[in-house]
Structures are given as structure tokens and as C-alpha cells.
DNA sequence: TTTAGCACTCTCAATATCAGAGTGCTAAAA
DNA sequence: TTTTAGCACTCTGATATTGAGAGTGCTAAA
């Protein structure tokens, strides 16, 4: 159990580590907040620290720089939540609000507010039903016998898809096909779809088909878009200026398959509301080793959810990140919600 | 007019310089290259060249390093068009035939390839109607006033949006509207739809009101998506380790605004199956000047065309880069030719 | 016209030096 | 018992020095 000196002195050694990136000493520190102790005090309370694992030393005779460990700590013991500035919150969801309801639009803004505010890069991925269920099926004739089908699913989301007919069909009798197949499957998932096949025959069956296929597709975790933005901000990190560190934080986001199993692995089970902080890579994402992730889940609970966070250097401002996460997750659930229709 | 001998040297020092990133030096070049002459009879090559301004020297007594000039020389006059192997071709072109027919995979796997291919980042946008023409548009209850419109352009773009209503309207009635004015106002243009306002009114009224300002916003150019892939390619480079360099041209692809203007400004006068050659910025974008960009248009000319290309460091590899651009090209254009009907 | 020879230049890596910042320990002060 | 002043010691990072290596341009011979 730590003093509550001690806990003091991490803080604050936490702050200035993130505003200077260079390791902290006692006289500096000392200095810079015009503490009422001795730079010989806080070199105890630094041992101490550095013995219990939250401090460390790069080289003898070195000031000290956080561990992962004290992260951890300061993060879930000593980070009093805060809320961004009431103008700034009132800034965003202006922004949000003035935005057509184009859900691709609110990704994009969301993504680029999240980098903004948090200095850092950001990921959003599009809010995604627990099931897929369908809300509407379209077929619209293109020429010959290509068709577009367009399928909506609760929750706003879009799939299309071209498909080729074995003979060419009136735009009227898609219409009617569509029209009968979205008044037989509405509201049914991919597998309640699958097991009522069988009563259909003809044009139907096919499109019936294609439909599970689109719907089973948009179940899958893997569908749909990630929104990045700001990855020049964390390139700008001193930190990263050697680069190859940053090319493989970097390449997490751009790999699609990297970033979906990150997500799957630890994000999936949180709560919507709940915040979640990743420093370091906790061991077992090697790409992230000098990278701290805060991320959240969006949306309506076993509706349609949704993931976002922001992407930083292990030293960044976990305070604001976490509270522009928070907030951001908090406006887009929001936003969702009304989509859903309240 | 330069002789055969010396093309021939500019295009090996160059050949040479993609490839070690360093200056290159006559002594070096013979034996890399088992050149049947002296070191000294390239060193007088090289001042020529050096003269003329294809070559230069960082520093007295260092080797040559191709200036921007130079490659455009070698781009314009020596480069010999290549063409990817018939197996990568094959191979390339049997992923996207493999793909669902949903032009959202293809840029996505277009822009996957092309970085992989050209070793580079890479940009695709999606394919843009020139003038957005209405094929076909759906209305679709959610809950309570909320309507979720959905409108499908000529050449397969969706666009979709979330009306609020004054108040509730039944699907049923939704539908029939949808119909009408899709009826009406099929194959229009905004400003074709726009002229013939007034012969309606009530809720078709007020639809085709939200059509035009879709469709607009379909038209003007910054609409759409762009595809990013490989960014990491390019960080890996010598070059952009000091990583401030980097910044700066990754920056230009993250900033949409400053992204629409280059292409606006370059590539938009180009002809399909012309591929254009950007080296170090032409003296017009600060952010590239350490770059060199290969762009080429594809789609329908006159119907919906599209934007395409690769950056990397201006001692890329040309071959390469324009080869993979142009065959990607044609077949993303082949693709949306089939997906127009044919 | 080409090439060998040579003096000269410039970079880059390795090495040495040194001020500055920080530490831990001890002993005195509170 | 806790805090602090003093001090010897350590390590880094900036700066200067040096020397090998690579490359050049020029001249004169082939």
C-alpha cells in the first residue's frame, strides 16, 4: 500500500514523463511543481517506488521513468475521471447533430474528433448487429442479367451485392420477389432464414440464398469498415521517431485481420459504458510493446455495437483519452439509439 | 541529346540507386554492373550528365544521385513499359474475380494489391459518376417518423440516409412513393430533377427535395470513400527514418481536403488507361517533395470514373509502380464495365 | 577517345573528452 | 523517526578529433 506521498510523487512524475518524454529526476521535479520537500525526500519516496516495480531507472544515475506497472496503477488507482470542458462537449455533438444521419459520415467524425482531442491515432469500426436481422430487401435490375441487391438489416446497415441471374427477369417481378421475400424474412437472423427454406422454390429460393449468404457475411466480426485517422500524431512521438517501432504499431491498424483479432480478444466482453485501457500490449501483442490503446464499445447492447478508441504512445494523456473515449462512445450510442428509433 | 552510353549509365546509376538508397560511384557501378569500361570513362559520363542536370552530387567527392530531372528523363524517354508477369496477372485478377460482386471489397482489395505489388501505399477511390443519375430509390420505415432512404445511382453507388418525417408515415405508403418517384425521376441528373419540381407536392414533394441534395452531394467530388493501404510500405523506407519527412506525406493522404485537391488538380485531365507520373511533388506540393506518386484514372469514361495510384519515395521502382498501376486499372475498369452491364 | 595514376576532398564511424544531471549514502538537523 | 544537506560517484549526450574509405577531377599516356 503506497503513501499517500508516494502516490503523489507517481503522479506526478507520471505527469511529467507524458510532457516531456525524457526520465524525471528529483531536483527537476521538485522544481517544477515547487513541492514543500526536499529533492533528497523525493529520491527516497523514488526508491521505494522503483523497488515496489512502478518506477525505473534507464541507467544508473538516471531520473526515473514510469513502468507499465505504474501505469496500471496510476490508471486504475489514481486517475480521477474527468469530463472534457463542457464547451468542447457542446463543440462535438454540435458536429454530430449537423452531420446528415449518414452513418458512414458519423464513423469518419468520430474517428476524426477521437484523434483530435486525444492526440493520437483512432479506430472506429462500424456499429455492428449482435445478429444480423433484416429490415428490407431490394433488387434492382441493372442490365441483362445482373441485378443489384441491395439488403438492409436492423440497424441501419447496408449490404450490396451484384448478382448474375440465369435469365433475365423484369425489374416488376424483382420488385415482387423483393417485396415477398422481405415480407417473409423480416425481422429473422441468417440461421432462422436457413432453417424455413425449403417452403420456396424458383427466383425465390436463390435469393433467399444470397441473402444468407450476405446476412451470415455481415455477422461474421470481420465485416465492415474500420475508420482510422491520426496516425500522423502518434508518428510525430518522439518515441517513434526511430520509426521501425512505429511501423509495427501502425501495421496493427492497418491489418485488418490484427486489429480484428485485438478487438475480438478484449474489447468483445466489456461492457457498453466501460472503458477499457491497454497498456504496453499486456504482453501479448508484441506490435503494441511501446503503445497504449483506451478503448470502448458503442451502441445498443445486444443490438448493434460498435468499437472505438484511440491509439497512443505508452506515455499519453490517459486522462484525456479516456474521457474523450468515454464521451465519444457515450454520443454515438446516443446516436444509434435515436437511428434505431426511440 | 544525350548518347546511348550515357542513357545508358543514368538508367543503371538509377537502377542502382533504388536499390542501395545511397549515392553511387563510378568504381562501384562497373563492378556491380561488369561494365566494359573504366571507372573513369563513367566518372566523365557522369559529368556530363552531372552537367546537364540529371545527375547530382550531395557533396564534393561523393557518388551521383539521380535529381528529379533525371527521372523524369528516365521516365519519359528510357523506361521501357513493362508488364506484370502473366502469372501475377492471373493471379491478381482471379482474387477479384473471387470477390463478392460489392464494390467496397474490390477498392478494398485493390488498394491491398497494389500496395503489395508496387511496395508502397497505395490509394483507390471509388469509382465517382460524373454526373450522379438516379437508377432506383427506396424508402424504408425504422420506427415512429424516422425513414431511412436509400437511393442507388447509375454505376452502382449506394448512398443512404436517415430522414426524419413531420409524422409517421406507414411502409406501405412509404413504398408507393418510392415507387412513383423512381418512376419519375429515373436516368435524371440533380439539376435534370431539379427543373422539374413543382408538379408535385406533399411527401413526394419533400423526397425529391432530399433526393437532389443526395445526389449533389454524390456529384461534387469529395464524396466517397478513399482507400489507403500500405502506409507502412513507405515508413520503411531509408528516406522517411528521420520520419518527419513521412509525416508530412502521410499527412496528405489522411487529409481528405488536401488529398481531392491533388487529384482534382492532376489526375483529373487524364484519359483512362493513361498513367501519370508525379515525381517529387512537380514543385507543387510541399508535402511530396521526398515523393513520387503513380496515378491513373479507370472506370467508364463519361460515366463513372474512379481515381488510382501509388506513392512512395521518389527513388522508387517506376517499372514496378506504373506497370501494377496501369493493369490494376484496367481491370478495376473492366470490372465496373461488366458491373454497368455489357 | 579511353584509361591509368594521383592528389585532393568529404563523409562517416570510432574515440576521446567533459559538463551536467541524477543517484545513493551518510550524517546532521528537525 | 523523518527530513535534508552534502558529497562522491556514475552515466549520458554533446562536441571535438582523427583516420580510413570512397569518390572525384585532372593530366598525361595509351
Given at each position: 500500500?503506497?503513501?499517500?506521498?508516494?502516490?503523489?510523487?507517481?503522479?506526478?512524475?507520471?505527469?511529467?514523463?507524458?510532457?516531456?518524454?525524457?526520465?524525471?529526476?528529483?531536483?527537476?521535479?521538485?522544481?517544477?511543481?515547487?513541492?514543500?520537500?526536499?529533492?533528497?525526500?523525493?529520491?527516497?519516496?523514488?526508491?521505494?517506488?522503483?523497488?515496489?516495480?512502478?518506477?525505473?531507472?534507464?541507467?544508473?544515475?538516471?531520473?526515473?521513468?514510469?513502468?507499465?506497472?505504474?501505469?496500471?496503477?496510476?490508471?486504475g488507482?489514481?486517475?480521477?475521471?474527468?469530463?472534457?470542458?463542457?464547451?468542447?462537449?457542446?463543440?462535438?455533438?454540435?458536429?454530430?447533430?449537423?452531420?446528415?444521419?449518414?452513418?458512414?459520415?458519423?464513423?469518419?467524425?468520430?474517428?476524426?474528433?477521437?484523434a483530435?482531442?486525444?492526440r493520437?491515432?483512432?479506430?472506429?469500426?462500424?456499429?455492428?448487429?449482435?445478429?444480423?436481422?433484416?429490415?428490407?430487401?431490394?433488387?434492382?435490375?441493372?442490365?441483362?442479367?445482373?441485378?443489384?441487391?441491395?439488403?438492409?438489416?436492423?440497424?441501419?446497415?447496408?449490404?450490396?451485392?451484384?448478382?448474375?441471374?440465369?435469365?433475365?427477369?423484369?425489374?416488376?417481378?424483382?420488385?415482387?420477389?423483393?417485396?415477398?421475400?422481405?415480407?417473409?424474412?423480416?425481422?429473422?437472423?441468417?440461421?432462422?432464414?436457413?432453417?424455413?427454406?425449403?417452403?420456396?422454390?424458383?427466383?425465390?429460393?436463390?435469393?433467399?440464398?444470397?441473402?444468407?449468404?450476405?446476412?451470415?457475411?455481415?455477422?461474421?466480426?470481420t465485416?465492415?469498415?474500420?475508420?482510422?485517422?491520426g496516425?500522423?500524431?502518434?508518428?510525430?512521438?518522439?518515441?517513434?521517431?526511430?520509426?521501425?517501432?512505429?511501423?509495427?504499431?501502425?501495421?496493427?491498424?492497418?491489418?485488418r485481420?490484427?486489429?480484428?483479432?485485438?478487438?475480438?480478444?478484449?474489447?468483445?466482453?466489456?461492457n457498453?459504458?466501460?472503458?477499457?485501457?491497454?497498456?504496453?500490449?499486456?504482453?501479448?501483442?508484441?506490435?503494441?510493446?511501446?503503445?497504449?490503446?483506451?478503448?470502448?464499445?458503442?451502441?445498443?447492447?445486444?443490438?448493434?455495437?460498435?468499437?472505438?478508441?484511440?491509439?497512443?504512445?505508452?506515455?499519453?494523456?490517459?486522462?484525456?483519452?479516456?474521457?474523450?473515449?468515454?464521451?465519444?462512445?457515450?454520443?454515438?450510442?446516443?446516436?444509434?439509439?435515436?437511428?434505431?428509433?426511440?
Amino acid at each position: 500500500m503506497l503513501t499517500e506521498r508516494q502516490k503523489f510523487i507517481l503522479t506526478l512524475v507520471i505527469h511529467e514523463y507524458t510532457r516531456t518524454a525524457a526520465p524525471v529526476g528529483s531536483k527537476n521535479l521538485v522544481e517544477q511543481y515547487n513541492l514543500e520537500m526536499s529533492p533528497a525526500t523525493v529520491r527516497n519516496e523514488m526508491a521505494v517506488l522503483t523497488d515496489l516495480g512502478y518506477l525505473r531507472q534507464p541507467h544508473t544515475s538516471a531520473g526515473r521513468v514510469p513502468t507499465e506497472e505504474g501505469y496500471r496503477y496510476f490508471v486504475g488507482r489514481l486517475l480521477r475521471e474527468t469530463e472534457l470542458p463542457d464547451a468542447t462537449r457542446r463543440m462535438i455533438s454540435h458536429q454530430f447533430y449537423q452531420t446528415r444521419h449518414d452513418i458512414d459520415e458519423w464513423m469518419r467524425l468520430a474517428a476524426s474528433v477521437l484523434a483530435h482531442q486525444a492526440r493520437a491515432a483512432s479506430l472506429v469500426t462500424a456499429p455492428h448487429p449482435e445478429r444480423a436481422r433484416l429490415k428490407h430487401l431490394e433488387l434492382i435490375s441493372t442490365r441483362g442479367r445482373q441485378v443489384l441487391m441491395v439488403l438492409v438489416t436492423a440497424g441501419g446497415g447496408i449490404h450490396q451485392r451484384l448478382l448474375t441471374l440465369p435469365e433475365p427477369v423484369q425489374q416488376e417481378q424483382l420488385s415482387e420477389t423483393a417485396a415477398r421475400v422481405t415480407q417473409l424474412l423480416q425481422g429473422k437472423t441468417a440461421d432462422e432464414v436457413t432453417q424455413m427454406r425449403g417452403q420456396l422454390h424458383g427466383l425465390d429460393e436463390d435469393v433467399v440464398d444470397w441473402v444468407v449468404e450476405d446476412m451470415n457475411q455481415a455477422d461474421s466480426l470481420t465485416s465492415g469498415e474500420v475508420y482510422l485517422d491520426g496516425l500522423t500524431n502518434v508518428l510525430a512521438e518522439p518515441e517513434f521517431s526511430a520509426s521501425s517501432e512505429a511501423r509495427r504499431a501502425l501495421r496493427l491498424l492497418e491489418e485488418r485481420s490484427l486489429l480484428y483479432d485485438l478487438l475480438s480478444r478484449t474489447v468483445l466482453n466489456a461492457n457498453i459504458g466501460g472503458v477499457q485501457v491497454l497498456i504496453g500490449g499486456e504482453g501479448a501483442w508484441d506490435e503494441l510493446r511501446q503503445c497504449s490503446m483506451v478503448l470502448a464499445r458503442y451502441g445498443a447492447p445486444g443490438v448493434v455495437t460498435g468499437t472505438l478508441g484511440v491509439l497512443g504512445p505508452i506515455r499519453m494523456s490517459y486522462g484525456r483519452a479516456i474521457s474523450t473515449v468515454r464521451f465519444i462512445a457515450s454520443l454515438l450510442s446516443d446516436m444509434v439509439a435515436e437511428s434505431l428509433g426511440d
